[in-house]
């Protein structure tokens, strides 16, 4: 049987993904070993840190070397199994990376229990949905009543968060590219306001919108949309660093924001943070959403590209500001 | 009797400070009312916030107009008093002003009690040390053991900040302009190194006295300076932003920290403060920081100009990185 593989053939640093920097390949697959089982890799999941991956520049995570398989986390079907924990038919999530046919160590894969809500596991129950709940929980410590502004609020990590903003009481601005993104925001997110960075004028918009100032930045997106952000905090504000995908943008990257100085004036604390830290309470967290998943106050919007051969270009999705909502590409039914 | 004086006559936003945003005037003393005391002015204190005051972009204290009489701190001998609080020869602190003759209420000075000390009131026991006071214990959070950089280490809060942070067993390194200044910071402030930013290779200085990275950055400078101090944050570090002195410089006025991605990665926090904030807490740090001075483990260096008519030079010498230690200005004996 043959396994289809992106490996990993360049570095895009500082500048977008371009198509050289994956390498196709098809190869014969050996026999599985003892306590390993072999998968068809069904849907897998792409973030923004996939690119920092690539890059290599702050080695957060282990590192992914030239000729690697591209690393992301997968939701697969047991095709041959060498494992007594699973049966072939099993439905499983692990780092299957982008190939359509995984052999995994039995360590290294979990089974999906709740079938229905297996890509949810990539979303808002896997990284996506902890870093958006840490964030919040751990490092923005809203009030009911505060005043949150979200950049890349359609995302995966920004929709959840405004969500989870939400259900602690407080009011959600969310800043998105596109006015289907700034609809999506309010009609399906629930947000309460929404601002399109490529049409309106963000200082003037932020003002209407966050007349007391904001309470709360949740940053994904860094550059000078996060700039234009921090002019407008109001005393004692938090401002989560989540990310920056706009460093990944030739056009601005490498931007610092020179209204850090609003730090002082309003007496702000900017803080950056990681999940990982926080994986010690990664089972308490993801059974708060699901709960909340299941009681209908969290919608896990998901963007589904399809087939196999599409996996550069979903990645790229995110840098070109495309996706709605969290996202994943089938490989398999 | 004449009061000569420099009123604010222009405003200095994104350039240095000119002859020409001060006007000298000579007036008639009016007669002293009840509860008022006529002063000498005796020293003046200068800080980095004086120049926000004339620039007025951000008002976290009182607006200073057009045409008022240059705010600061003062020490001051009681000439003439219709107050019951003072006698005649009393020394007091209070806000004098630029101004040789303030005729003040009795509510808006005080008595110095120790005589001796009365200058440091102005310096490590007034605002100057507070600040520095305050942001190390409620910014700063230093423990044991912790690797400690300062900018603007040779100046008046970061000479008194290094020296708290190795009072609380901390490793100080010091970044200051010129050899002079860091000599200063070894020999009389007892740092454990320090580093020219006019002459050092910042990145490769800080990399060799901070091997195991920088647990807290203690920040008056911003600009170029705090974007390479934030390449060598340690895990979890706390970055204390008390000022950004380089924006009145114009070579690099509005330079953002592109580095702030580091926050990410080290999972660092970066927090702006006021003292003003911890009044509440003013007496108790100003004892501590007394004891720490009859104890000799604060050294309250004194750069002390000559002559009122020197006020405006004596200001901008912050700005040009001359002063070494807290800047003064003697107007009388």
Chains 1, 2 share one sequence.
């Not at 929709?159 to 989870?164: D, K, T």
């Not at 209908?296 to 495309?322: H, M, V, W, Y």
Request: glycine share 10%.
């Amino acid at each position: 049987m043959i396994n289809k593989k992106f490996t990993l053939a360049g570095r895009p640093i500082g500048r977008p993904i371009s198509d050289d920097d994956f390498e196709y390949k098809e190869e014969e697959l050996r026999e599985i070993n003892d306590n390993e089982v072999l998968l068809e890799n069904l849907v897998i999941e792409f973030q923004p840190a996939q690119k920092g991956w690539m890059e290599q520049i702050s080695n957060y995570v282990a590192p992914l070397e030239i000729g690697d398989v591209m690393r992301c986390s997968g939701i697969a079907r047991v095709l041959e199994t060498k494992s007594e924990k699973f049966k072939k038919g099993d439905i499983v999530i692990g780092e299957t990376c982008w190939q359509t046919h995984p052999i995994l160590s039995q360590d290294k894969v979990e089974k999906v229990k709740d079938e229905s809500m297996a890509t949810k596991y990539l979303g808002a129950l896997g990284g996506t949905g902890l870093t958006a709940y840490f964030g919040v929980t751990k490092i923005s410590k809203p009030n009911p009543g505060d005043t949150v502004l979200i950049t890349g609020a359609a995302g995966g990590v920004g929709s959840i968060a405004g969500q989870i903003f939400k259900i602690a009481g407080c009011k959600v601005i969310g800043i998105a590219g596109g006015k289907e993104k700034c609809d999506i925001l309010i009609d399906e997110f629930g947000f309460d306001g929404a601002i399109d960075y490529r049409s309106d004028d963000l200082n003037n918009s932020i003002k209407e919108l966050c007349p007391e100032g904001v309470n709360v930045l949740y940053d994904n997106v860094g550059g000078r949309i996060l700039n234009d952000c921090l002019n407008h905090l109001a005393m004692n504000a938090r401002v989560a660093i989540c990310g920056i995908i706009s460093r990944h943008k030739t056009d601005n990257s490498n931007f610092g924001p020179e209204n850090y100085s609003n730090l002082i004036f309003k007496r702000a604390t900017m803080q950056g943070f990681i999940m990982f830290d926080y994986m010690s309470e990664a089972d308490a967290a993801r059974n708060q959403i699901k709960k909340w998943i299941l009681e209908e106050k969290i919608n896990c919007k998901e963007d589904i590209q399809e087939g196999f051969e599409n996996a550069p270009n979903t990645l790229r999705r995110l840098f070109e500001s495309k996706n709605k909502g969290k996202q994943l590409l089938k490989i398999a039914d």
